[in-house]
């Protein structure tokens, strides 16, 4: 984008120094034909003319092959300006996602520290604390309570409770 901005400012330099120097010289040949026909009456204008015509068809071409690069230009600008938004949106997820996992693996950490706590509670001391916790958090303690003490969660609740937590714990991933 820098190479093609600088090329940009080089080509219109160069079609700067290109018009003033045709102008230059199309001053120069107007001053030596004037001296010319002065002198000589069989004297024809129509070729520096031409030889004028033609550097003014180069000047126009190149105007043209500017004004298609500013195109080209404003279309990259714009392809780039989208690219950028797109790559800003993707990070801002990923950042989004990084938090999330964050989130569940200090989840994890937790559920683990109370599955251990649970493990050394008895039945009765452990049915009050569920009946107050939500379905998601029972099923995460319990899937890190060891094997001999998952029955004890089991058994402080009621039945269809125990039982659709048992459901959960089967089908989830």
């Known amino acids: 984008m820098k190479g093609l901005l600088i090329f940009f400012i080089g080509l219109m330099l160069s079609v700067g120094l290109l018009y003033k120097a045709v102008k230059f010289v199309k001053e120069e040949q107007q001053k030596a034909f004037e001296e010319i026909a002065a002198h000589d009456s069989t004297f024809s204008w129509e070729k520096p003319l031409t030889e004028a015509d033609s550097l003014r068809l180069m000047l126009e071409q190149y105007q043209q092959e500017i004004a298609k690069r500013d195109q080209k230009m404003d279309s990259l600008s714009s392809v780039v300006k989208n690219s950028v938004q797109d790559a800003e949106k993707a990070k801002a997820m990923a950042e989004q996602l990084e938090l999330e996992k964050q989130a569940d693996i200090d989840r994890e950490q937790k559920a683990m520290i109370m599955a251990k706590t649970f493990s050394k509670m008895k039945i009765n001391q452990i049915a009050p604390i ?44």
Not at 133 to 140: G, I, R, W
């Open 130 to 173: 569920l009946k107050n916790l939500d379905d998601q958090t029972v099923l995460l303690i319990y899937k890190h309570t060891g094997n001999r003490f998952k029955k004890n969660i089991l058994l402080a609740m009621n039945e269809k409770r125990a039982a659709a937590l048992t459901e959960n714990f089967i089908t989830q991933r």
